[in-house]
């Protein structure tokens, strides 16, 4: 019998012109101001409840569990809402105790060999939305696959890099690009 | 009598995307790897030549100094070659002394100054070319007008990240991007 298909592990980052996923406070704000188009909410409602798996941080891990089941986004945007509350959801963090939004399972220690696992399993693909550290460690582990970077027309002048600490360079493969009418720029990537 | 529009300055800088325009060690060689797409070529090479004068720091202008004169150049790329070696350049150094380099001029201080009064005197538009920490110190002056981005498929880890230092982050306005078939992305912007 042939083996399934290894699925993939994608990675879903917003970053500044200037490569910095928040500024040195910590504020990924900067990233979302110029959500005024239409076409990019649509985008990236489709993108993050695209039907894979999503693993996050804490960090984002809390700011979407905040966000998605409530009703406020149940009526701004009703099929994203039902689509991330009904993905699978998987979060890393040494700290945190419990996950209380449906779906989730918290995962507090060997990241990297969770993910290993997960990804020798059948199943959808993978992805990971924002969070940077994990980026690096899993791109060091060679188990990321691919990598969306939204490019936004700002520059920080610092704050932390879209994968600071890698432990040597990786060379990526574009796959695509795409221009927004708010100046941000969508580059997709293989990850070498 | 009307007074004539102010020449604009903008930047052109060759950055991984994770925002570094050199990597730990200073080297810039990730930027010049993929350079085998003859496409590729011909728009840097109209780039770096375009008619208006050049502006370098000392780093990238020892690198341009050392290659567009000598005859290897003249042979590999004529036309860019006597672009480059025609046009009016500007090197902004402390510690340099001379500047041989056909047709430049070397400033050993005040360069904000220098930029402010050579915005001011009609002329051709002005373009920094690579040089770090000089186009922070110029956008944080409120001089800089456009920059011009290349993002590289390349992850390094570590670096001198573009717009390193800015004292406050400034907004761009993106204007244009092409793609190229090396993987290199081109973004224009307007810095606001």
Redesign the interface.
Known sequence: MPQSPQRTLGAFML??????YC?ANGDMG?AHKAADDDEWNVFVGRNASGGGALLFGRVTYEMMAAWWPSPMAAQAMPAVAAGMNAAQKIVFSRTLRTADWSHTTLVNDDMVGFVRRLKADPGPDLTLLGSGSIV?QL?DAGLLDR?Q?V?N??????GK??????????????ED?R?FKN???V?W?E?R
Request: no cysteine; aromatic share 10%; glycine share 12%.
């Open positions: 970053v500044s012109v200037d490569g910095y500024d900067f690096t791109a990598i970077v490019v027309p700002v520059a920080l002048g610092g890099s879209l994968f600071a600490g890698l432990t040597s360079r990786r060379e990526l493969r574009l690009s221009t100046g941000a720029v580059l990537y990850v």
